[in-house]
């Protein structure tokens, strides 16, 4: 690709992506969102008096903290005009994965916990395979991806969790431990650090632009010179990662690796992901936005633990709010056709 290709196309991304991720739809759903974030924030501090308590809200923000790396990822792939279904079962196996290497084999955990991240980008480079060399959707390539995630998490594990209480200090502190006297969780300030980090590339570099325009024109982005499968295999490597990463920080929050972690994320994170105005479309999304849907979810959830309402009954309300997401999505883009 040469300069004048790549000068052609800018103009043209960057005004896309300026479109997709601080302007029109995009800005009104996460002013949207905000509004209903305060709204019901509002009504639960009437509604329970351990709403507005220092300790309901880091339960709360560590509730989303780690599960948001997986928003990230979800996000990206949406943006790219693709989706996965795998993140889940990559934070699964990379959990059975790391916790075995140290368990069994004594292995030292920050070697196991890299050769983890390594295995996510491996995932993540046979889902982008699949889908840009074979030409399967990304809907069937990582849906079958997920089955053999958890399905190894389950033959490596034998179906039992593995106890790893007898993790150094040093490593489950990145899940579980308070940064000095703050009472702030550490897992929360590398939450917000990755989200400054994504959400400022968004808005500053190129590579996330191509994946803007990638996603929104796939055929125009192929005549301006971008090379579509290379940017797309990026997006599934890094989405592999990140579900990684969170994988390896959920073993150090709870002291133990299950091969049934992280069921419900997929679902969790698409929901957060085009609440905060990314589009099952392709081309549209932001980091900020979906940050923001996944802690409307969080919020949801919270309130609903307080108000004693069951398990299958809060399952019942994040697919309901799934759903109007996806519809109000489905709805705006047909009215632009």
Do not use: C
């Not at 994965?97 to 993540?124: S, Y």
């Amino acid at each position: 690709m040469n300069a004048s290709t790549i000068k052609g196309a800018a103009p043209a991304d960057a005004k896309r992506g300026r479109a997709g991720r601080l302007g029109g739809k995009g800005g009104f759903r996460e002013g949207t969102t905000i509004l209903v974030i305060l709204g019901l924030g509002l009504i639960m501090t009437f509604l329970s008096p351990y709403f507005l308590t220092v300790e309901n809200f880091r339960t709360m923000f560590m509730s989303f903290a780690i599960n948001g790396m997986v928003v990230i990822a979800m996000t990206l792939a949406l943006i790219s005009g693709g989706i996965d279904l795998s993140v889940g079962a990559v934070m699964a196996l990379v959990g059975i994965v790391v916790g075995t290497l140290f368990l069994n084999l004594h292995m030292n955990i920050w070697l196991a916990a890299a050769i983890g991240i390594g295995l996510g980008l491996l995932i993540g480079a046979i889902n982008g395979l699949f889908i840009t060399r074979i030409g399967l959707s990304p809907f069937i390539t990582t849906l079958g991806m997920m089955q053999v995630g958890y399905g190894v998490a389950s033959v490596v594990s034998q179906g039992m969790p593995l106890p790893l209480q007898s993790l150094p200090d040093a490593f489950k502190f990145i899940g579980r431990g308070m940064i000095g006297s703050t009472g702030m969780p550490f897992v929360i300030l590398l939450f917000l650090v990755v989200v400054f980090v994504f959400d400022f590339l968004s808005r500053r570099a190129t590579i996330i632009r191509k994946i803007y325009y990638v996603g929104s024109n796939e055929k125009s982005a192929r005549f301006s010179g971008i090379n579509v499968n290379k940017v797309r295999m990026g997006v599934y490597m890094l989405v592999g990662a990140l579900a990684a990463f969170a994988g390896i920080l959920s073993i150090a929050r709870f002291n133990s690796a299950t091969n049934t972690l992280a069921t419900t994320v997929n679902m969790d994170a698409i929901s957060a992901a085009v609440i905060g105005g990314a589009s099952l479309n392709g081309g549209e999304g932001t980091i900020f936005g979906s940050v923001l849907g996944i802690a409307l979810l969080a919020l949801i959830q919270t309130s609903l633990n307080l108000m004693d309402v069951g398990p299958y009954w809060q399952s019942l309300v994040t697919g309901l709010v799934l759903l109007v997401a996806v519809s109000l999505d489905f709805l705006s883009h047909r009215k632009t056709r």
